[in-house]
Structures are given as C-alpha cells and as structure tokens.
C-alpha cells in the first residue's frame, strides 16, 4: 500500500474528520495541527482493563490536564466520537509503552490490540486555537510548520493509585496586548484544558530551557509575546513513563485523534 501524501495547510483545515482518519488509517504520519478545522481533537491513552480505574481516578483529580470526553468499554474500538473508525488505525502515531519505557511508535497498533484494553479519549488544546485565530491570535506552531512544544513542569498532578507524575504543558507565544484575550477565549472551553495555567517566566513552573521541549519541537517566540502555557493531554503519558505500568499505548505528542464532535460543542457561554 502506498502511505497518502500530506495534504498542504489550506487543504487539511478543510478536511472531515472522517477523510483525515482515513489518510490515517492508510499509513500517513503527521502532526494535526491545523487539521479539520472546526472539529475537535483528542489524545489518548489505552490501558488493560485492570489498570483502567486508576485513569479513570487520575483524569477525575487532574481535569484541567485531563479532561475526558469519552471511554471506550474494554475491546470496542470506535464511539460515536469515531463513527464508523477504529482506534488502533485512525491516530496519525502511537506511542507503546511497556513498563514505562516507549518501546515502538507506529501507525497502527492492531498488533497490540487486546481485548481487554480500555481506551480514554481526552481534551486536546489544539480544539481552541481555532477560536484563538478567528480573534486574531496568531499560532506560532501552525505559522512555523511545527509541533507545538511541550514541557513537563514542577507541578505535580494528584496522584491516583499507582499513577503519579509531572504536569505537562504546552506553550504558545501570546502577543502580549492579546493575552488577556486569549485567556478569555480558552476559558470558555474547559473540556480541552480551558484557560492557561501559567504566563510568563517559564522557569517559574521548572521549565529551564523553551528551546528543548520534552515532547514536541520548539518554536520561535517573536518579539513582543510572552509565552503562555496550557495544561496538555499528554500528562497521562508522562505519569505513565513514571509509574511504569507493564502496558499502555497513548497517541504521539501532537498526532492527535480527529473526533466528529465540533469545537462548538466544548464551548460554554
């Protein structure tokens, strides 16, 4: 099978959710930054089933980094989140983790698939940055053709059974007469991580260098803005790689799950 070509910017904002995850499902690996404009994106993480409870514990006493939007009964593979896919494909990267080393990134983890696996489905910042755009705000990561950058940080989240570890963040820089905007325009979608947890010095919340992400690439902060952090979604895999359960699968940082759900749905008045 010949893996699809990456579609140019203006062509993957105009996207289905269902055509982006069926470029997926045939092999292509990409950032989702900028995808399906209008549709909400989601990370992941998939446990055993004996496992599930302390996630399920962990999103509770953490909702600002781990909002959920869905779970998956152990061995279903869609939701109406996904309606007609299949979560071991339509992710554009995974991540495998075992005793909480990554051990395999790939575009499909059928090969993993057991029928006792629970799949949560969680808030991605990404579902806001069109918000942010149509205010004007620009997005460093999607005008850079990048990743977003993402840090673990001193704060610590609740633990929950076995699982504790670092919050994690991901930085935006925010013209700094648009910060307050930005933060008025994210605080209307608490699902995906709502408003920032932290503007300005970086070094505040443990994070040393902005040019050395620990998950995704680092972006150019033009003069004039401040960097701005949100509560990020793979905070579930960094307590992962800290408690070091015997499996788990997440998304690869930025490769996100298009769901069908609209951004419009996660917004409050």
């Known amino acids: 099978m010949t893996t699809p070509v990456t579609p140019d910017a203006a062509e993957a904002a105009r996207l289905t959710p269902a055509a982006a995850r069926a470029l997926f499902r045939a092999g292509l690996s990409t950032a989702t930054a900028g995808w399906s404009r209008g549709f909400a994106q989601a990370n992941l993480l998939i446990v055993p089933q004996t496992q ?20 998956l009964e152990a061995g279903q593979t869609a939701s109406e989140l996904l309606a007609g896919g299949d979560i071991r494909t339509d992710v554009p990267k995974y991540v495998v983790y075992e005793d909480g080393v990554p051990t395999a ?17 969680v ?7 069109s918000a942010l755009m149509d205010a004007g705000i620009r997005i460093a990561h999607i005008d850079q053709g990048v990743n977003v950058p993402m840090y673990k940080t001193s704060i610590r989240s609740t633990s929950a059974g076995r699982l504790s ?3 994690v963040v991901s930085m935006r820089p925010i013209p700094a007469a648009q910060v307050s905007d930005a933060v008025r325009i994210t605080s209307r979608y608490p699902a995906v991580h709502g408003a920032p947890v932290h503007v300005g010095n970086p070094a505040d919340i443990g994070i040393d260098d902005l040019g050395r992400p620990d998950f995704g690439d680092p972006v150019q902060v033009p003069d004039g ?6 509560a990020c979604g793979v905070t579930p895999q960094a307590a ?13 940082p930025g ?3 298009i769901t069908d759900a609209r951004d419009s749905d996660y917004q409050v008045p």
């Not at 599930?52 to 779970?71: E, H, I, M, T």
């Not at 992962?240 to 690869?252: F, K, N, T």
């Open 165 to 167: 570890g670092p919050m």
């Open 240 to 252: 992962v790689m800290e408690s070091r359960p015997a499996l788990a699968i997440g998304h690869a």
């Open 255 to 257: 490769h996100m799950l």
């Open 225 to 230: 803005c401040l960097p701005v952090f949100w």
């Open 52 to 71: 599930a409870f302390d996630v399920l514990l962990f999103a509770q006493r953490n909702p600002k980094s781990c909002p959920l939007l869905g779970v």
């Open 105 to 121: 990134e790939t575009t499909d983890i059928t090969g993993w698939w057991r029928d006792d696996l629970v799949t949560f489905i």
């Open 123 to 129: 808030g991605c910042s990404f579902t806001f940055e």
